[in-house]
């Protein structure tokens, strides 16, 4: 039987229902950038993220001076890690401002990166927040949303990819993984609350459900493997820490085959694995990544490219967040952005580490799975869509939430 601990099972009737509907519907418009163009979104395809960016800093001040009766108090990192991933951040930030000047480019991006995430996202947002669970429930709701207008507006065809309302497939797979890490969360918060929840968790199951499948038919490896590095963690960790019994995980095994073999496996055959194998054949296992991270690297330059590098140049974006500002803002940069993401990834496995993790579970496999990912797809920015947003919150709760914050 699970151990539950007072961070997931605090009093539901105080849990605020309106930040979660709050939270969606930002996440939600955040993630229109990743639409395709079409004429409702045409001339807001950029304009309302960025709107919907804003709002959301607006109302993270608006909340924070309220609950601290206007005195501006500004949270520190909770451990010498959470020092150093702040720091590296900084540099990362200066330097990208630094490679914008050089170019005459406008600095909107790395004065976003400098101030705006690390103050009002990183320190401010878990401040606000009660705990993990809203930004889980969020993230399942919003993901879940997108995910069901998808295919009522453009049903899958049949056809060799699916992307729906999404400007590509790998944009859907982006989403996907968001829905269904969230999902899996939301399950393990319903199924070991004190609340029956009987139909929420039919509910629930059915989108995670929904989701996976999503998922596979995008034929996103990137978020697939994503996800599995997700669940192995999250199941590795509920083991070793013996929050979860034999009976338990029989019940999970065999329900996961049930479902895998009943709808997924040819699915997954004629997708995945045959596309997999293709490239395979071809030698371009990395779908052609690898020539555009070669020319990346062989024009490397202190300061970068310029921010029209890829749309100008390259004429195809980098698939890898690092290598983005590699060739667009110089490999100095980019250096701290990966000792950041070290830092990050340290301070995840200390805290998983430890015999209470609840209040930061959530936050410790989100911010692994979604570090490799960015591996695979470029995804750090400042204006950004739902899956970016959630790890810069998650961020925030690894680098700054204390257990007596919870």
């Known amino acids: 039987m699970i151990n539950y601990t007072s961070s997931i099972s605090y009093d539901d009737k105080k849990f605020p229902y309106a930040r979660v509907i709050f939270l969606s519907l930002i996440f939600m418009?955040?993630?229109?950038?990743?639409?395709?163009?079409?004429?409702?979104?045409?001339?807001?395809h950029r304009f309302i993220p960025i709107l919907t960016f804003l709002i959301f800093i607006s109302?993270?001040?608006?909340?924070?001076?309220?609950?601290?009766?206007?005195?501006?108090?500004?949270?520190?990192?909770?451990?010498?890690?959470?020092?150093?991933?702040l720091i590296f951040w900084e540099f990362f930030s200066i330097l990208v401002i630094f490679?914008?000047?050089?170019?005459?480019?406008?600095?909107?991006?790395?004065?976003?990166?400098?101030?705006?995430?690390?103050?009002?996202?990183?320190?401010?947002?878990?401040?606000?927040?009660?705990?993990?669970?809203?930004?889980?429930?969020?993230?399942?709701?919003?993901?879940?949303?997108?995910?069901?207008?998808?295919?009522l507006f453009y049903p899958p065809s049949g056809s060799v990819y699916y992307s729906g309302i999404f400007e590509n497939p790998n944009n859907l797979g982006i989403i996907s993984f968001q829905t269904a890490l969230c999902g899996i969360f939301t399950i393990y918060y319903l199924f070991y609350s004190n609340k029956k929840q009987i139909i929420?968790?039919?509910?629930?199951?059915?989108?995670?459900?929904?989701?996976?499948?999503?998922?596979?038919?995008?034929?996103?490896?990137?978020?697939?493997?994503?996800?599995?590095?997700?669940?192995?963690?999250?199941?590795?960790?509920?083991?070793?820490?013996?929050?979860?019994?034999?009976?338990?995980?029989?019940?999970?095994?065999?329900?996961?085959?049930?479902?895998?073999?009943?709808y997924l496996r040819e699915i997954i055959k004629s997708l995945i694995l045959k596309k997999f194998l293709n490239q395979i054949l071809t030698n371009s296992f990395l779908s052609g990544r690898e020539r555009i991270w070669k020319t990346i690297i062989s024009d490397s330059k202190l300061f970068g490219n310029g921010s029209d590098y890829f749309d100008e140049k390259l004429g195809i974006a980098a698939h890898n967040g690092i290598l983005h500002f590699w060739g667009a803002y110089g490999y100095l940069s980019s250096i701290f952005l990966i000792l950041f993401t070290i830092s990050i990834s340290i301070i995840c496995i200390k805290k998983l580490s430890k015999t209470n993790f609840d209040n930061v579970f959530f936050s410790s496999v989100y911010a692994l799975s979604f570090l490799s990912l960015n591996l695979a797809e470029s995804l750090i920015t400042f204006v950004s869509h739902s899956p970016t947003i959630i790890f810069y919150i998650t961020v925030g709760f690894l680098m700054f939430k204390k257990r007596t914050d919870i």
């Open 99 to 151: 490679s914008q000047i050089s170019h005459g480019n406008n600095i909107f991006l790395g004065v976003g990166l400098l101030f705006i995430l690390p103050i009002f996202i990183f320190m401010v947002i878990p401040y606000i927040l009660i705990s993990e669970k809203e930004v889980v429930y969020s993230g399942f709701i919003s993901g879940a949303i997108l995910l069901s207008i998808s295919y």
């Open 200 to 262: 929420l968790k039919i509910i629930s199951t059915l989108f995670l459900s929904f989701s996976i499948y999503s998922l596979v038919i995008s034929r996103s490896r990137s978020s697939l493997l994503s996800l599995l590095i997700a669940a192995f963690i999250f199941i590795s960790f509920l083991i070793i820490k013996r929050k979860i019994n034999g009976i338990t995980f029989i019940g999970l095994f065999f329900g996961s085959m049930i479902f895998y073999f009943s």
């Open 59 to 85: 109302f993270s001040i608006y909340k924070y001076f309220t609950k601290r009766s206007l005195f501006l108090k500004l949270k520190l990192p909770n451990s010498v890690f959470g020092w150093l991933a």
């Open 29 to 44: 418009m955040a993630s229109i950038g990743l639409f395709r163009s079409t004429p409702i979104f045409q001339n807001n």
